[in-house]
């Protein structure tokens, strides 16, 4: 398995993996896919890798900047992360997770949040963070991990991407 960025190529698959990886998941909304596709077209997709293996895109992963108010640089979100049902629980995806938060680290961002599975994700170093909020998002599933010393309060946003269109 090799971890790279998205090529052009890769689009169909990303979309499929990742509609693949949501049809059964009991919080989606299917809306995944669209997600990707729209940060992509927005040109809001700030990191996007791809897992592949005997030359088939396995599993995906996707960095989008949010917004603090207050202002502060630098921050992401994670998400959504995809992996082919037939491939989940081996490690793709914390793989993938991994590569991409030391890519950030590397490229000197700030921080990053996820909305998801506490216990998941605390392997990764995110955790509850009173300070950040995400409104309308229950605060146990709402994480932060910090990439610098910096530190910040406020609400977070994501990219309309998110959001109904």
């Given at each position: 398995m090799i971890i790279r960025p998205e090529r052009s190529d890769d689009h169909e698959a990303i979309r499929d993996v990742t509609a693949a990886a949501f049809a059964e998941h009991p919080y989606s909304d299917q809306t995944e896919p669209l997600i990707v596709e729209r940060l992509r077209a927005a040109g809001a997709l700030a990191l996007s890798l791809v897992a592949e293996d005997a030359g088939e895109v396995i599993a995906h992963v996707a960095f989008s900047p949010v917004t603090l108010t207050p202002s502060a640089a630098g921050w992401y979100g994670l998400g959504p992360v995809s992996v082919r049902p037939d491939r989940q629980g081996r490690g793709v995806g914390s793989a993938l997770?991994?590569?991409?938060?030391?890519?950030?680290?590397?490229?000197?961002?700030?921080?990053?949040?996820?909305?998801?599975?506490?216990?998941?994700?605390?392997?990764?170093?995110?955790?509850?963070?009173?300070?950040?909020?995400?409104?309308?998002c229950a605060p146990q599933y709402f994480l932060v991990l910090a990439l610098s010393e910096t530190a910040v309060s406020g609400k977070v946003a994501y990219h309309p991407a998110f959001g109904p269109m």
């Amino acid at each position: 398995m090799i971890i790279r960025p998205e090529r052009s190529d890769d689009h169909e698959a990303i979309r499929d993996v990742t509609a693949a990886a949501f049809a059964e998941h009991p919080y989606s909304d299917q809306t995944e896919p669209l997600i990707v596709e729209r940060l992509r077209a927005a040109g809001a997709l700030a990191l996007s890798l791809v897992a592949e293996d005997a030359g088939e895109v396995i599993a995906h992963v996707a960095f989008s900047p949010v917004t603090l108010t207050p202002s502060a640089a630098g921050w992401y979100g994670l998400g959504p992360v995809s992996v082919r049902p037939d491939r989940q629980g081996r490690g793709v995806g914390s793989a993938l997770i991994r590569q991409g938060l030391d890519m950030l680290r590397k490229s000197g961002a700030s921080g990053c949040v996820v909305v998801g599975e506490p216990e998941f994700y605390k392997k990764f170093g995110f955790r509850h963070e009173r300070t950040l909020v995400f409104p309308g998002c229950a605060p146990q599933y709402f994480l932060v991990l910090a990439l610098s010393e910096t530190a910040v309060s406020g609400k977070v946003a994501y990219h309309p991407a998110f959001g109904p269109m």
